[in-house]
């Protein structure tokens, strides 16, 4: 799936695509407004912690609707957003997870030495093997470590430079 131009406001990050994003994922101070289903189509982690806030809604997520029901009378009826923390201890903080929802949207991203490590990181915390989707994001990072950065000495130094930021 596409998605339109990504754009940042302040501490939230948005996906422009047309359609009202239905998830907020906080990683450190940010919050990124997304979509389940790009997310949920790459990541198993994601992926559970979504359907697992789904079946069991809070009492927060329940007084939030009703909220926006009451205020919305007369209107057609929105659907609820749904809120997942990440903890801080996810790889390259939340620069990490902005290039990890591009991946889920389809985004062209440019791989490097500098932010592979921290990538493949995240692509194992959140579970984005190949047997969940196909060329998914750990295996684009194996490859791409593989066939450039352990061909280079330079390379495999910024790339070890860059784990720095990796929890």
């Not at 359907?51 to 927060?60: D, I, L, S």
Request: one cysteine or more; glycine letters at 4%; charged letters at 30%.
């Amino acid at each position: 799936m596409a998605a339109g131009k990504p754009t940042s406001k302040g501490q939230a990050w948005f996906c422009t695509t047309g359609l009202p994003s239905d998830i907020v994922i906080e990683v450190d101070e940010m919050s990124f407004h997304l979509h389940k289903f790009p997310l949920m189509s790459k990541s198993r982690k994601l992926h559970q912690l979504i359907t697992e806030q789904e079946n069991k809604p809070t009492m927060a997520w329940k007084q939030e609707k009703e909220t926006e029901i009451e205020e919305e009378e007369g209107e057609e009826e929105e659907e609820a957003t749904c809120h997942i923390s990440i903890p801080e201890d996810f790889p390259g903080g939340s620069e990490t997870f902005e290039m990890v929802a591009k991946f889920c949207y389809g985004v062209k991203m440019e791989l490097s030495s500098s932010n592979v490590a921290p990538l493949r990181c995240a692509g194992e915390y959140l579970e984005m093997t190949e047997e969940f989707a196909e060329d998914n994001l750990i295996s684009k990072t194996e490859r791409f470590l593989s066939q450039s950065v352990f061909k280079s000495l330079k390379d495999s130094i910024r790339a070890l430079k860059s784990c720095e930021n990796v929890v």
